[in-house]
């Protein structure tokens, strides 16, 4: 084997231990990418169940505003077999998971702590897409922050258990 040979096997095997430390410490880093867009996807899932909630709350409902129900067919129920078709299905689905979210928040406790207020706080400001909305009962600040973070780890536990979010 001449030595250039030599210095041409020892360049590819250094490559090829180069390729593998590349590879090997590129893959938690991705790990850690996938786990932070998964963390950002239930986020924006509880922001949009949250400002919903909040929206539901209200009892806003997307009608030309008609009365619910007239005095001479009040005892009359549709037939539901075109329910797919009108968006009934939708609408229950969604009165159903809004009763969900609605049982699941009031079981956050309000103490020691005000875990309950700040979820409230901040579906209104959800709603409204502005932080337009504040407590004097709640601490400002970075305390604020770790508060809101707690209330909402206890509220998707809550969602878990109602089977709301899995």
């Keep these: 084997m001449t030595v250039t040979a030599l210095i041409d096997d020892w360049r590819a095997r250094r490559a090829a231990t180069r390729a593998a430390r590349t590879k090997a410490s590129a893959e938690p880093t991705q790990h850690i990418v996938r786990e932070k867009q998964r963390v950002e996807a239930l986020d924006g899932k509880l922001n949009r169940l949250l400002a919903c909630w909040y929206e539901w709350t209200l009892g806003y409902r997307h009608t030309r505003g008609y009365s619910?129900?007239?005095?001479?067919?009040?005892?009359?129920?549709?037939?539901?077999?075109?329910?797919?078709?009108?968006?009934?299905?939708?609408?229950?689905?969604?009165?159903?998971?809004?009763?969900?979210?609605?049982?699941?928040?009031?079981?956050?406790?309000?103490?020691?702590?005000?875990?309950?207020?700040?979820?409230?706080?901040?579906?209104?400001?959800?709603?409204?897409?502005?932080?337009?909305?504040?407590?004097?009962?709640?601490?400002?600040?970075?305390?604020?922050?770790?508060?809101?973070?707690?209330?909402?780890?206890?509220?998707l536990l809550e969602l878990r258990e109602e089977g709301v979010m899995t």
């Design 68 to 155: 619910g129900s007239d005095s001479t067919c009040r005892d009359y129920s549709t037939p539901t077999h075109w329910d797919w078709r009108n968006g009934a299905q939708d609408e229950r689905a969604d009165q159903q998971r809004m009763r969900g979210v609605d049982s699941a928040l009031k079981r956050v406790p309000n103490e020691p702590r005000k875990w309950r207020l700040a979820l409230e706080i901040q579906a209104m400001n959800l709603h409204s897409e502005a932080s337009v909305w504040s407590s004097e009962r709640l601490p400002k600040g970075e305390e604020l922050a770790v508060l809101l973070l707690e209330a909402r780890n206890r509220l």
